[in-house]
Nanobody, 115 residues
Framework: QVQLVESGGGLVQPGGSLRLSCAAS????????MAWYRQAPGKQRELVAN???????YVADSVKGRFTISRDNTKNTMYLQMSSLKPDDTAAYYC?????????WGQGTQVTVSS
């Protein structure tokens, strides 16, 4: 079965950095579209970035220049390198993939940006 496991979240001070990982299993990772979403308390879940099988990426304007999405097909893992973090980046971060018309989500990892 499809399984996505996020890791790397935590508490970081404003201006700091974190790298999130999403380990995937049960899919042909190298051909999968992968995405990072986030959801802050009281807000809708929003797309942060996605990466296609060929390596093409999309990054939301709110994080452009600060976040970088990447993938390692040899490890079936997607990453989100986050830098210059702001308190507004505080949220639960989720990875997502698609198999056919079905969406699969990880359980999420919490990122808290606070001094």
């Amino acid at each position: 079965q499809v399984q996505l496991v996020e890791s790397g979240g935590g508490l970081v001070q404003p201006g700091g950095s974190l790298r999130l990982s999403c380990a995937a299993s049960g899919i042909t990772f190298s051909s999968a579209i992968m995405a990072w979403y986030r959801q802050a308390p009281g807000k809708q879940r929003e797309l942060v970035a996605n990466i296609f099988s060929g390596g093409h990426t999309y990054v939301a304007d709110s994080v452009k220049g600060r976040f970088t999405i990447s993938r390692d097909n040899t490890k079936n893992t997607m990453y989100l390198q986050m830098s210059s973090l702001k308190p507004d980046d505080t949220a639960a971060y989720y990875c997502k993939t698609y198999v056919g018309l079905r969406e699969y989500w990880g359980q999420g990892t919490q990122v808290t940006v606070s001094s």
